[in-house]
């Protein structure tokens, strides 16, 4: 195992436990227990001990008075922990820390993290006789990056309710490896073997180093059979799969005086010494296996979290498409009335004003209307007709006024109800891409969630391409804005919006530009002969007398997200056409003429729709769905982010994982 991986399998963990929860976070999974579970997971039992400089960690276990805390102070090379007689004399866990690392409270931390507690600073060797939190000294060992544990026994007490029992089992839970001492009078202990091998079952395997504290008079063959016997009372017949190696140390009263320190022999010559052993120890290889199956798991939940975000981020995306959905249809109804003679007739004006002066001469006599239409209007009466427009003008003005103002009140009506509401019904035509689009994540997500039952909503309805209707809810990630916009008074965002109707009413300076340009666009359309042809300037001018003050809108096709799309085919079809221009249809009007119009209408319309919906849009937006539709929009941009992220680390994570089991 490279440490490129490993430093690899540790920064995209890292990374992991960073993102998983901001995610599950961002799009309001509600799955904060789950995620708090998992959290924990990853810090205590794989983070800490992945980290590339975390220390190998011994624990020194065994049967009381077997000498643990002699041979704890052999290690570090001082007289630190107790010794005694007395079988149970340590009652804490004592950590020796790198006296370079032992100012790292996170260090302590995460080295101590089974026992829930951050290691105090051991201050008298008496401390360790007594109960409590676990204690750490600072050592000048000449084992690099090494921390050993000396731990009470746990044999001490009665049968079923040994006192030091769950302290043991947090600190080798707490190591990566187990030293086990043991002596002549307990080897053949099976309830010792049997405790510590119980043990290891519930946290994970440690392997081992045996050292037997023994009379110098005993043979190699007689320790290693003893030795044998303890490795397989511990692991059964695994033992050589888990045993890193056998030592002796001999009595030696000089020891049991604190002259000396405890002498750690390999039984074997021909085996490492000791010390070299613990130094070679490839401690992040250990952890990879030990923690295999937790990285497993870890990323199977990860995987899981990372899946329900998906759905959740595609159901935001569906809120998100259909409250613009409802949104433009709200602006749609609220420029339900069209200000057709104003329009046009400011249309005329500037399509005159813009006449190359040739053509205004050429106007002028008169000479190039058509028979048909100086029937319909009357050579003297073109001039009157003039005059009266200008007063009809302005009467409709009120007149659309009062329309634009109910047209508002139910248009905001309608979308501040939508905006607030826990759920959102919208319909759209199914040839809408918009539309297409909803209905195949509300396949998605139907699939994802119940696989290989209902069908497409699309294709359900389809057929005739007609109206498609979804109802969706309002996604937890806007409930906040829901409540905020809620506790506001309907009645003042109504107000404020129907103050600002006069920029609604009036034809702005875009607008004026984008007539201009269209009027360009036209006549470079335009052959000579039809520049000059009075019947259509006749039309243009005519137009806003023949009609009804303002042309109600009215389409059932849905409105893009992007923009209006104004389909006239269905708008003004034929004969809504004539109905429009009120002229008999045996007036005689040329096919080229009449579709000339049409095509004017159809784009003067556009530009009044364009111009005016961004108007409506934005009074909308800034009063009433832009919580929802900015908080919404920057949510689906952020988990798109996070969600890359975490398919990264966690490829990374499932890699490392699965190359360690081979
Ligand atoms: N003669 C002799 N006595 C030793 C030797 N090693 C340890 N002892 C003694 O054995 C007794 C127990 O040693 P400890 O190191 O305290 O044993 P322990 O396993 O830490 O004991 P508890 O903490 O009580 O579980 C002490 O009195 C030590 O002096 C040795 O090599 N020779
Ligand atoms: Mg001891």
Redesign the pocket.
Known sequence: MGNEIDKGLYDALKNLRDQVPRLADMLKLGMDEQIGFWNEIVDAKLLSRLAPDFPVVAAIC???????????NALVGEHI??????????RRVLFSVPARRAEHTDLLADLARPFKDVPEHLKDKDELTLPGKPLYVATHSALNNMVIL?T??FD?GAKGAYTNREVTRMALEASDILIY?FTNSNYNNRDNTDFIAQMLTGIGKRKCLLVY?VYPSYTQHEVLEHARTVAEGIYGKLADQYLLGVYR?????N??A?DRF?DIKPVDTNDPEFSQVLQSINARAIRLELYASILKDVCQQAENIRERSEVALDELRLYFDALQIAQSQSVREALKNFPINRIMRRFARVWAATDPTHVKIMRRTGSVIEFPLKMLLGAAGWARDQMSLEKADSASVNVYAQKVDEDLVTAVTGIHSQTVSPQLAVSGSARDPLVRRMADVIDLIRRRKNPGKGENPLTETAGDGLTVSFVVEAHPVVHREQALLRSRDFKSVLQSILAEKETILGISQDMEADLEKLADDFRNKMGLWRKINQTFWAFLNVLPATVAVTYVLSTGDPVGAVGIKVKLAGLFGAKDLYALFAIPFTTGLKKADRQQIEEMLRVVLQTWLKDKSKIVQQLIEKNITGGNIRCARQTIADADQLMDNINRSLRTCTQAGGADKK
């Open positions: 065994g049967g009381g008075s077997s000498g643990k805390s002699t041979l704890f922990a107790p010794t005694g007689g007395t079988a149970g004399l340590n000396d009470p026994d001490t001492i504290r140390t001999d009595e030696d009263n020891v049991a604190g405890m």
